[in-house]
């Protein structure tokens, strides 16, 4: 997609030959970009050290160095910023190498100056959208600030405002939630607000392990204490001292662990797996399940001394269909982040799609959320997500809830009805055909007529 006139970004030129950088300049500025000037890579260094730069056009040939190399210092040092070489020779290998150190193109000049425009206007898209993405992951990505934690109902608010009178404390925290609630977002929102939000963040599954594996992982093993141990290792309570350990799924820890955990939030203190002596911790521990902790205690699935430890401060997180008001903004923000990523302008979200998302019971949560935004983005070829984006479930899930068929307009029945059976066939159209019972050629005439896609 070219870019229109207007459109703002700052171009720089890196070119020893005065005449041809002039006269680029001046097309470059006619687009609506601004534009700086260098000679050499030095000077073009300097203009990079100080300005905000987002595509480069440099020539390969220069006095004090050769651009395929530069491409390489560029990219290391500032990964968002597009460069395109110019060169008045064609060279195969250099260009190879040229895209292998992160050249987003290389040209020939005179042959190609037609593209240059338009090259220069989808390294600019690029770059903006790259932008977008670093933005958004600053917002919550890595940092898993409680300002990260997206939702205006009721119940987020509360669970926010929990977390933030607890994260200053040294309490343990026991999270409430189903699986997607965003549990491990909680925690480290927690974390990143108490005293030890410099000190290391250690998360652990605890239903990823068999009860061997998560005994070494959890609290470390001595060289010799089985067979494969040849040396020592550090578990991760141990490399989590001083900071924070989340342990995600409680619930599926063995009972004998239990104790040994147990042992660690009275005492400060564990035996590693071979060992004889105590080694000491200092660590916050924070704990999530999706079970009734309280029902396991009563089944003597779980040590009721161990659930009264961690029990000290619990929060528990709602459902995604417990606060179904929040999906417009997080569908919002997801959608956002995918098209950044994945290079796409979607602009927006049609009223159907969020229908749809409005109708559906949500079992897996954000998580389930992001992944149907993830997946409609790559299917989605316009500026704006629409229902045929969406699973097909999507779709028939919204047609049961509507009612009784004879309250169906017939042609949306018809429709729905035919994406299944394509579903069904995985795209053979043929197969679809023969088990709709009408001819390929109406089959073909259908799927225009109502726009339907097969996306598998």
Known sequence: ????????????????????????????????????????????????????????????????????????????????????????????????????????????????????????SRAMEKVQLQKRVVQLEQQIGKQYTFDAILGHSPLIIEAVALARRVAPTEATVLLLGETGTGKEVFAQAI?????????????????????ELLESELFGHKAGAFTSASKDKRGLIEEANLGTLFLDEIGEMHIDLQAKLLRVLETSEFIKVGDTRPTRVNVRIIAATNRELEQEVNAGKFRDDLYYRLNVFTISLPSLRDRKKDIPLIAEFYLRLFSGKGNKRIDSISKDFLDRLQQHEWKGNIRELRNIIERAVILSDGPQLTVDNLPAEFQLSALRSTGPLSAFDLASVEKLHIQRVLNHTRGNKTEAARLLNIGLTTLYRKLEEYQISFHA
């Open 191 to 211: 974390h990143q607000a108490s005293k030890r939000t410099n000190k290391p963040f250690i998360a652990l599954n605890c239903s990823a392990f068999s009860k």
């Open 1 to 120: 997609m070219e870019m229109s006139t207007g459109t703002t970004g700052t171009v720089l030129i890196i070119d020893d030959e005065e005449k041809l950088r002039t006269l680029l300049a001046r097309i470059i500025r006619l687009e609506g970009f601004t534009v700086l000037e260098a000679e050499t890579v030095k000077g073009g260094n300097k203009l990079l050290d100080k300005e905000d730069i987002d595509v480069v056009l440099c020539d390969v040939k220069l006095p004090d160095s050769n651009g395929v190399d530069f491409v390489r210092d560029l990219k290391g040092r500032f990964p968002t910023t597009e460069i395109i070489l110019l060169t008045a020779y064609g060279n195969i290998a250099d260009a190879v190498t040229a895209m292998k150190n992160g050249a987003f193109d290389y040209i020939i000049k005179g042959d190609d100056n037609d593209k240059i425009i338009p090259l220069l």
